[in-house]
Nanobody, 123 residues
Framework: VQLQAFGGGLVQAGDSLRLSCAGSGRTLSSYDMAWFRQAPGKEREFVAYMGWSGSSSYADSVRGRFTISRDNVRNTMYLQMNSLKPEDTAVYSC??????????????????WGQGTLVTVSS
């Protein structure tokens, strides 16, 4: 599986941004998928998850502002980010295929990763 993430950029606080993660090699809708982010000087952290069945889960810090989705025709997953805050500044990475039995919250649970896209939110 190859994943290509894009859509990051420099925005102001309160703005919206949509990240995309295009997949090739496998049908993404058959697998669990997630977004993680890593801010400067910090560890990578969970942002959002979507199971193959369509269930979703979010980190407390983004719940109500971010939405994870997928387009099965385009084989692409998305992260819609609204009401962005400076603390959302990070490199965002998409991941798919969760190892059976491992928590969807842990980055080590995922097999395939996109290259990451930088989101910078100015105050």
């Amino acid at each position: 599986v190859q994943l290509q993430a894009f859509g990051g950029g420099l925005v102001q606080a309160g703005d919206s941004l949509r990240l995309s993660c295009a997949g090739s090699g496998r049908t993404l809708s058959s697998y669990d998928m997630a977004w993680f982010r890593q801010a400067p000087g910090k560890e990578r952290e969970f942002v959002a998850y979507m199971g193959w069945s369509g269930s979703s889960s979010y980190a407390d810090s983004v719940r109500g502002r971010f939405t994870i989705s997928r387009d099965n025709v385009r084989n692409t997953m998305y992260l819609q980010m609204n009401s962005l805050k400076p603390e959302d500044t990070a490199v965002y990475s998409c991941a798919v295929v969760r190892t059976s039995g491992r928590s969807y919250l842990e980055d080590k649970s995922y097999v395939y990763w996109g290259q990451g896209t930088l989101v910078t939110v100015s105050s």
